[in-house]
């Protein structure tokens, strides 16, 4: 099964297709995207925010998103399956129009 993981804005990536990330603050990290960016390697998905993570993916590309990297790690731990019992269980719990 295909899983994503929404970085932020209207963004989402496969998770498969992530190989690192981390904080984007620091210098090695501010290297990387200088080198990327020399290259066509990056994508800004900050939507005009500062960026807090860039994600390395398998195939070579830097992606810089505002959100944080504890956050985007959350989002992928997260069952699937649990989130959308809970999805489900606050539609049934939603009273009805009169």
Not at 6 to 20: N, P
Not at 22 to 46: C, H, P, V, W
Not at 70 to 97: F, G, H, S, W, Y
């Amino acid at each position: 099964m295909l899983r994503f993981v929404h970085i932020g804005g209207d963004y989402y990536i496969s998770i498969d297709k992530i190989l690192s990330l981390g904080a984007a603050t620091t210098y090695s990290a501010k290297n990387m995207i200088r080198d990327a960016k020399e290259t066509g390697q990056f994508l800004n998905y900050t939507t005009g925010k500062k960026a807090r993570t860039i994600i390395l993916t398998t195939d070579g590309k830097l992606i810089a998103s505002f959100l944080g990297p504890k956050t985007i790690v959350k989002r992928i731990n997260e069952d699937p399956l649990a989130i959308e019992k809970d999805q489900e269980e606050e539609q049934e719990t939603v009273p009805p129009l009169p």
